[in-house]
Structure formats: C-alpha cells, structure tokens
C-alpha cells in the first residue's frame, strides 16, 4: 500500500482489533460489496475504506485470501480514485507470495490486469496458473477472454475445456455467448445466457448480456423483463446500458450504441467504460467535438485505459489535415498530401455514390466523411484504439477510414478499390438500417469491386480453391465466424472471397433485384435463415448446396488441377507443378519448352494473379524475342486481375507506347495511380499522353499532381502546369501561374514566350 497516502492511519493502534477483523473480512467484503451493489456508493466505500487500515496495521499477519479481499475493495475504490488500482495490484502480488498456491488470487491478478488493458502481465500471470493446473477453470476462461482480446486463436477451445469440466459455469457460458454474439449467433447466444441465469438468477454480467442480445434480436418484452430484473438487483449500475452499447457496436449500430452509452453515462456517471463508448461511437458517427469530450471524461476516470489515450492522441493531430468538400462528401486528409489524393479520390467517389444510389435505390444521408491516413498506426487506432489492425479501410456508415497509398510499401494494395469498397459498405449499410450481416456487407462490397474496374477486387488464390476441394471452407451458415475468429491465418482472406462469390452465385440466379431485396429484408427485421427463405425461398442448407454446385461449375477447369489443400504450406497439384517446371526451363533459358508450360498452367488456372503468375513469364519471354505485341497482350490479361501489379502496369505503359498505342499506355498508367501516387514523373508522363490525346482536363489535373509534389525541376513543372492551363480555357489562371515563375525566374525563355502568347489571346485559351 502506498505508505505516504495511509500513514496517519498507523497511528491508529489498531493491530489487535485487525487481528480479529481478519478472520471476518471475507464475509465484510461480500456485505460491502452488497452494499454497493445495491446503491449504497457512500457506505460501500466506508467500509471499503476500512480494509486498508486493516491492512496497514497487519498486513504481515493477513493470510493470501485476506490479502484477496483486500486487494477487491481496492478495485471497488478504483472506481473513484483510480490509483487505488495500484494498490489492488499490490495487495494481489503480496497474496501470491504468502501463498503461491492461491491460484484464485493468481487469476483476479490477470483479471485485473486485463481490465486495465495489460494483456501481455494477464498472458504471464495465467501461463503460471495453467502450468501448474492446466484444469482449473476460472484460469482456462480467463485466458480465453485474453486470446479473445490480443486476437489470437485458441479462445474457443480453452471455452470449451473449461465447460467440459464445469458445464454450468456461469462466466464460461456468458463469454461463450459473447463468441457466438460476435458472430451475430444470437439465438445461440442467448441460449447460453439462460443456461447461464438457471445456474444464477441474480448474475449481473448474465442479465446485462442477456437484456443486450435480446434487445439486438428484436425481443423488446425480453429485454424488458431482464432490464427490470437488472435494475431491481443494481439499482446504480449501468451494466445494461454498457452492455447493450458494446453490443450494437459490434453489430455495427452506431448510433443506437451511442444512445445507449449516453444512458449509461447519465444512470452512472462515474461508469468511464459508459464514457469512452459514447465517445467512440460519436467518432464513428462523425461527432468529433462531442467526441473528444466524451473522451476526454472517460480518460479523466481510467487513466489505464489505452485505447481511449491512443484516440485522443489521435484526435490531437487532426489540426495537421485539410478537409476538402465535393457536393456529396467530406475528405479529411493529411496536409502533406491532400492536394496530390483529394482530386483522384474525390472523383472516384463521386462516381461510385452515383453507381451505387443507382444500384441499390437508396440515397445515404451527406456529406459523408472520409478519413484518409498516412500512417497505418494512426488508421488503426482510429478504427479500433490500437495500432496492428490488418484491415485497409473500414466504413462506420456514412464515416469511411482508410489508409493512404503512402502508408504501405508500394504496390501492397490499390487505394482506389480500397475506397471503393468502403463506399460500398455504407449503402448496404443504409439501405438494411445497419442489420446486415458482416457476411454479406463484406461480400457484397468485393463484388462491387470486381464490378468498378477490370482488375479491381480479390481474386482466387490456389489454396482458396484446394481448401474448397478439401471441405474446408466454412458453411454459409457460419460464414461470419471467418471474420471475427478464424480459425487459421488464411480463413479471413477465404472468407471475403467466399462471401463475395455467394453475392456473384445469387445476382445470377435470381438476379441483381434480389441483393437489394435481401437487404430490406435485414432492414425490416428477418434474421438469415428468413431472409433466405422470403427472398431467395430456400433455406441455408440448400444454397448452401447450391453454391457448391456453382462454384465446382465456376472453377471447374481449375479444380481440376489443384489437390485438395492439407492447410499448411501451399497449394499441390498439377497446376503448380506445371508452373514450377515453367520457371525451372525459363531459368534454364529453354524459350520454347517454358513458352509451353506457361501456356499450359494458364490454361489449367487463367484467373490466377500471384507474382509467378503464367501471363507474366509469358510477358517476359515475349518481350525477350521481341514480340512486343505479344508481350503486351500477355501483360494485359494480368493487369486485368491483379489491382497492385504495379511493374507488370509499368512495363505494359511503355510497350504500348512504344507500339503507339496512346490511349492504352494511358490506361496503364492511369491504373499506376490507383497503387503507387507520388512519383511526379508518372504524372508528368501521364500528362503527356493525355496532351496527344487532347484530353485537357485529365493533363490539367496530372500538371498540377506534378506541383504539387515538388519535383526537382519545379519551375518547369509550373510552366507545364501554366500550359495545362491554358489549353483547358483558363488563360487567367494560366497567367499568374506563368507570373510566378517569371518572378522566381525572370530569364526563364518558355515562360516568356507562354505570357506573350496568352497576352495575344486575352479571352482564350491556347490551341
């Protein structure tokens, strides 16, 4: 205990009394608790107060669980005085030293680590409690809701090891419906918590979850008798408010999560886990005033609390970006680079709000915000409070955040589809009132991007289709468990793919109408096996079927020559021994003989877009014997399929322009854009071909991309950029910008010669 705070009470002279008060303070804790619980802050806290002056005059004479409860009423206090927390820790450690064997004082430690965000002392703390009982239960849930909170795979089998032993563990059945919760399982989920409620009526983790799911499942009489039941037992907690805001957050409903939080802040103002939910869902509503400040207070309450420091950080740097308005969007971007991102993505935004209104008959509300963030760090903890996050982009609705090109190595990902995506997102978001399930946002969002551009969107990787061989792809009935818990690395990945294809496999049978359809089913309440059954009339299992059908039929010629995959290592079969022999004999220099495979396992896999993809050793040795034509249209069937091929994209724009294929070396280029900006000569070379091919507008906004990325040469940049200007009808403009070079530079020739041509056409512009 932190001497300097109780020494007065050392004066007290109180050792004998405490002695005896020991052997009763378990049964205090639980009175005081009670207390507490019940309403009775101030009382509870009194007492609460008192085991620290027990334990100040005979903490050598306390034994471990004495030391336990101890350290609980210095939780309870914690709430109020949060340093108190440190003072629980320390009455934790010293319980594990009188007695290393007091493993419940062992796994509250973790507990309380984990609760103030210290997953990494949890994750040591209960390896010691399982090395030395790999069985005790509260130790194997413990640990489970660690992995669930690092994202590590395991959870789900620890769950179920400690309900192999205690069935009716009330802790293991509510984070088992939490697991199943997060997978939007909720009729299972709540048949988790009743089980868990018959072992204990009176839980309040049980009866918060409980009241959260069935008021997310649409049972507002269920909710209504466990809210009661609730406030009746806990007449000062806000355990229903947090719970059912943690819970519409997952489900991606924002601002019900957010007037839950709000509730929760005003039934207990002193509940900062309330605070930082409403402050969370306020930024993913777009709320950043009001977000800070909820913020702000929740910090203010639980400094430990580093999700809520990292956001408010975070939010510290947004006086560094611009924001940029277009009729229909937002765009807060970084002032290093708005200028060079805003028009590329403002454009391509733009398009994709009048594709998708078209689309799916809805129009979201405006104007929607996009963040765009150079650091991936700073994108993470935007998205989740935490920097690591995998993701490229995430859509709250009618708020997107994203990375930058600039935030990953150079071709890693395409900027545009990635945008694309997340506008997607917020239409069938809309349109279902945020009821769709990940599932199908997700797929419907890769499809779109198969849809906007050649090339855009996922493609099938070999082992995505030996894992279909294999039976290991996951059900349509559990397909959300792909996103929020994988089972191994590459599930996540198969699960966009899937979910994708399954979009594809209804819009062509039943066509596109029923997509839409599907979503105003979610809207209006249907949960999946509904949906399907009113829309598509069929059941889960049966397009489950269906789709398999499909799919063998889709890639049959490929399926073909792929083995069924083991789940380690990559794809076998005849496709990838064909491959390995073509860049065997390619290395080998044996021209003809490697022509020929590669044309073969192209054949055997033409959708295939990896790096040693068949279409670019073909490319390679096309170009070796100098048959550009064919080297290009090699080039060409890979760029259609793969969205980052940045060289293969780069060496397409030169061949074409070498053959005088302007407009098709554009394109390449203009693809360039959409994976790797910043190279101002692509943008000044672009901009040139868009002069031979008199589109004025598109070398007018290259010229500019050229300035505003500070090439060496920056005075011809502007030059060009004044010309750019003229051509396209705006010789004002084009003159202050030629002023300005002339005044850095006054004996710039070009720039002399482009003023007296403008001053001769005052009204014009430059042929």
């Known amino acids: 205990m932190r001497n300097v705070l109780f020494a007065g009470l050392l004066a007290i002279g109180m050792s004998a009394a405490a002695s005896a008060q020991s052997d009763s303070l378990n049964t205090r804790l639980q009175a005081a608790v009670q207390r507490y619980e019940r309403g009775d802050r101030v009382g509870a806290n009194e007492e609460f107060s008192r085991f620290i002056q027990i334990y100040n005059a005979n903490a050598d004479r306390l034994t471990s669980r004495e030391l336990v409860a101890v350290a609980i009423a210095c939780s309870y206090l914690g709430r109020q005085n949060p340093q108190m927390f440190r003072d629980a820790l320390r009455a934790f450690d010293r319980a594990v030293a009188k007695d290393p064997e007091n493993l419940d004082a062992r796994v509250r430690l973790a507990e309380l680590f984990l609760e103030k965000y210290s997953s990494a002392d949890a994750k040591r703390t209960l390896a010691a409690v399982l090395s030395r009982d790999s069985a005790y239960v509260p130790a194997l849930v413990a640990e489970a809701r660690r992995r669930a909170f690092d994202g590590e795979r395991g959870a789900d089998a620890l769950l179920d090891q400690a309900l192999l032993l205690r069935p009716e563990d009330v802790a293991a059945r509510i984070l088992r419906a939490r697991f199943l919760a997060d997978a939007e399982g909720f009729a299972a989920a709540t048949r988790e918590v009743d089980r868990a409620l018959k072992a204990d009526p009176a839980d309040a983790e049980a009866l918060a979850f409980g009241a959260a799911l069935r008021r997310v499942s649409g049972d507002a009489n269920g909710y209504a008798d466990l809210a009661r039941r609730y406030d009746a037992l806990y007449p000062k907690e806000a355990g229903v408010q947090v719970a059912l805001a943690e819970l519409l957050s997952r489900v991606r409903q924002y601002a019900a999560a957010a007037e839950a939080a709000r509730e929760g802040t005003v039934r207990d103002p002193g509940n900062w886990r309330a605070h930082a939910l409403l402050g969370v869902n306020q930024l993913r509503l777009g709320e950043i005033a009001g977000a800070k400040k909820s913020l702000e207070a929740a910090f203010a309450g639980d400094p430990f609390d580093i999700w809520t420091k990292n956001t408010l950080d975070l939010l510290d740097t947004f006086k560094d970006y611009d924001e940029l308005t277009t009729p229909r969007f937002r765009f807060v971007i970084e002032k290093a680079e708005s200028g060079v991102l805003a028009p590329y993505l403002s454009e391509l935004a733009e398009r994709a ?69 997340e506008l997607a997102h917020t239409f069938t978001l809309g349109l279902s ?122 890639f049959a010629t490929t399926l073909a020559s792929i083995a069924p995959w083991t789940g380690n290592g990559p794809a076998t079969g005849a496709f990838a021994s064909t491959l390995a022999e073509a860049h065997s004999l390619l290395e080998q220099k044996r021209a003809a003989e490697a022509k020929a495979a590669f044309e073969r396992a192209e054949a055997m896999f033409p959708d295939y877009a990896g790096p040693d993809a068949p279409s670019l050793g073909l490319a390679r040795l096309a170009r070796d014997r100098g048959d550009k034509a064919a080297a290009v249209a090699a080039l060409a069937r890979h760029t259609a399929l793969d969205e980052s091929a940045f060289s293969a994209n780069a060496l397409e724009a030169s061949l074409r322009e070498e053959l005088g294929d302007v407009k098709g070396a554009a394109a390449a280029l203009e693809r360039i854009l959409w994976i790797a900006p910043y190279d101002p000569a692509l943008h000044a070379r672009l901009a040139d071909l868009a002069d031979r091919l008199d589109d004025r507008a598109r070398a007018l906004r290259e010229r500019r991309a050229v300035v505003r990325l500070a090439p060496s040469d920056l005075l011809e940049a502007r030059y060009q950029l004044a010309r750019a200007l003229a051509r396209a009808g705006d010789p004002a403009a084009a003159r202050r910008e030629i002023l300005q070079v002339l005044e850095a530079a006054p004996g710039f020739e070009k720039a002399q010669g482009l003023l007296l041509e403008l001053r001769k056409q005052p009204q014009g512009g430059m042929p």
């Open 353 to 421: 709000f009048a594709t998708f209104s078209t689309k799916y008959g809805f129009t979201p509300a405006t104007p929607i915000r996009v963040e765009v963030y150079r650091s991936h760090a700073d994108f993470s903890v935007r998205t989740v409070g935490l920097a690591g996050l995998g993701a490229l982009g995430v859509s709250f609705g009618t708020v997107l955040v994203m990375d930058a090109p600039s935030a990953r190595d150079p071709g890693s990902f395409n900027w545009g589809s990635t945008a694309w995506h």
């Open 433 to 554: 009132a945020h009821r769709v399930p990940r599932w199908f946002s997700e797929g419907l969002s890769v499809l779109e991007e198969r849809r906007a551009r050649p090339g855009w969107g996922a493609d099938p990787a070999p082992e995505f289709l030996a894992a279909f061989k294999a039976g290991g792809l996951l059900p349509v009935s559990r397909l959300n468990d792909g996103f929020v818990r994988p089972s191994h690395p590459a599930e996540l990945g198969f699960s966009y793919y899937q979910a994708s294809l399954l979009c594809e496999m209804i819009e062509a049978r039943w066509g596109r109408p029923a997509l839409v359809k599907m979503l105003q089913a979610y809207r209006d309440g249907q949960d999946t096996p509904g949906v399907f059954a009113s829309v598509l009339q069929t059941t889960p299992n049966a397009l489950a079927e269906q789709f398999s059908t499909w799919f063998r039929q889709r």
